[in-house]
């Protein structure tokens, strides 16, 4: 599992290092110039006489850079460092220029802004180190209008029939300009190739939509031991290896867990299909489909394992392909006929609750997506998962009284799903291509699957998947509702993974993610520790 920690943990773990005398800002740039060396080893071979610009703030992170340039420059690497701001780290400037780098005080010569530029757009790496963990908002100023003046460069060099490369960009614990603890991204921010990130791992490098300007990740590991709960966690495979409910000897179709599917209508078919296929492969013990005969003929002739009677169920998906969504409320659109699909969903979602009289078994997880995001009661369980896309999101907020838009979720998704469980209860997955999840007090963000994903039914397929984990360990996450978030994360990881294998490399059908789960999971619990099996 990947862990990130807020800055003031990290701040605080820093403290009684240093108070120690140890040298924290001569290890970590000895490191940050190692990974430099290796990328220009791997990117051009020979590292002497390979150009690299350093791009220095008034910060830690700008000393970092100008001892990491130093060490560069003894390497035979050819650098100049570029001071933004009248105050420096000092030391750091006198390593690099006894080292025999150059130095170019653009503070008090802003006019050498564009050959700044130039040289910038010519370097083998230009290095970022503009700002740190304790900046807020965005750039301002020379480090602005150099960020800024760089990707315009890149996005010229893009559009043109060039043979020029853009630089290797690196940054220094994070790319300057980002939020450091919610991943916004209020204005320019240079996207960095890897960012060498000091420590701990930051939350923005992970969280939506600063995590597509980190590049890759890499750690260097100062003897930090931050307090308190990670901020946002990532599971890796193994984490959802060791978690996946594996059958024994001893268990039958019903301890494996029972979905029952409220999805789909005679207008919208295939939801019910994908989700119903997603559920199956994915290893439910059992699928009930509850839904119109119009839809039952169709989800039987794809799976005629499913059940369409009435009867026990471990967990509930119930909304795909289900109109009337809050989306839908919030634009004035005619829901169209459910084919009773609503009052099926309302039934269902007060079953998983425990509010329905008669239930046996008390309550259970349960996914709620699209159509279904508009059957809620105004609070519930934090065992129930909803699966929102940011226009949903936007419109189930908005039916709140929150004054949102979907360019504000889109631009803050933390923020908003954070905001989506406190009034709601339940788990929130936001999905996206960064999938933010949010339970009781935790959050994780999955970037596993492909840009591909990002298709008609991805959703309907996740639905399922996650339907099926919940009801492999449906009497946990009701026990444990924190569980809810740890499982949906692990469902989007199999979800985005399966899409990867699906088609590696090209486009994919949400059909092709559903089919490929099945070995998406098996590849993952290969070297599984036995001990962690059931039965």
Do not use: C
């Not at 315009?152 to 029939?161: H, W």
């Not at 207008?267 to 005969?293: C, E, H, I, N, W």
Request: aromatic share 2%; charged share 20%; net charge negative.
């Amino acid at each position: 599992m990947i862990t990130s920690w807020p800055a003031s943990a990290v701040r605080a773990a820093e403290e009684p290092l240093l108070a120690a005398g140890v040298p924290l800002m001569e290890r970590a740039s000895f490191a940050l110039a190692t990974h430099v060396v290796r990328d220009v080893a791997a990117r051009r071979g020979p590292v002497r006489g390979a150009r690299v610009v350093l791009l220095v703030g008034a910060g830690n992170n700008g000393g970092d850079a100008l001892h990491a340039g130093a060490v560069l420059s003894r390497r035979g690497l050819e650098v100049t460092a570029v001071l933004v701001a009248e105050r420096f780290h000092a030391e750091g400037r006198a390593a690099l220029e006894g080292a025999g780098g150059r130095v170019v005080e653009l503070f008090s010569a802003p006019g050498l802004l564009g050959a700044v530029l130039d040289d910038a757009a010519r370097a083998d790496v230009v290095l970022d180190g503009l700002v740190g963990i304790g900046a807020h908002g965005p750039l301002r100023g020379l480090a602005e209008q150099v960020v800024s003046g760089l990707s315009a460069r890149d996005a010229r060099r893009a559009g043109a029939d060039s043979p020029l490369t853009a630089p290797w960009v690196v940054a220094v614990d994070l790319p300057s300009g980002i939020g450091v603890d919610d991943g916004a991204v209020p204005g320019p921010v240079l996207a960095a190739d890897r960012t060498v990130t000091f420590g701990a791992i930051k939350p923005g490098l992970l969280l939506p939509p600063a995590a597509a300007h980190a590049g890759e990740v890499s750690v260097v590991d100062l003897g930090l031991r931050p307090e308190g709960d990670p901020a946002v966690r990532r599971l890796a495979p193994a984490d959802v290896a060791r978690a996946w409910p594996v059958p024994g000897p001893a268990d039958q179709k019903y301890s494996r867990g029972v979905v029952g599917v409220v999805a789909g209508t005679t207008t919208y078919p295939g939801a019910a299909v994908l989700a119903t296929t997603a559920a199956v492969r994915a290893g439910a013990g059992m699928v009930r489909f509850r839904g119109s005969d119009g839809v039952g003929r169709p989800v039987l002739a794809a799976r005629p394992e499913g059940v369409t009677a009435p009867g026990r169920v471990q967990a509930w998906v119930v909304g795909p392909g289900v109109p009337g969504g809050p989306e839908a409320a919030h634009e004035g659109e005619d829901s169209g006929l459910d084919d009773g699909q609503h009052e099926r969903g309302r039934a269902a979602l007060a079953a998983a609750a425990g509010n329905l009289a008669g239930t046996a078994g008390g309550p259970v997880p349960a996914v709620v997506d699209a159509g279904g995001l508009g059957l809620l009661d105004d609070v519930v369980p934090p065992w129930f998962v909803l699966t929102p896309h940011a226009g949903e999101l936007t419109a189930l907020l908005r039916s709140r009284g929150e004054d949102v838009r979907r360019a504000d979720v889109e631009a803050e998704p933390l923020r908003w799903a954070r905001r989506a469980h406190e009034l709601t209860g339940a788990t929130v997955l936001l999905k996206g291509g960064v999938t933010v999840v949010v339970g009781p007090d935790t959050t994780y963000a999955q970037a596993d699957g492909p840009a591909w994903l990002a298709t008609a039914g991805a959703g309907d397929v996740l639905a399922g998947v996650l339907g099926a984990m919940l009801a492999g360990r449906a009497d946990e996450v009701v026990e444990r509702p924190a569980l809810a978030a740890e499982v949906a994360a692990a469902a989007a990881l199999v979800h985005g993974r399966a899409a990867h294998r699906a088609n590696p490399g090209g486009p994919v059908a949400a059909l092709d993610v559903a089919g490929a789960v099945p070995a998406e999971i098996a590849a993952l619990l290969v070297g599984r520790d036995p001990g962690t099996d059931r039965g």
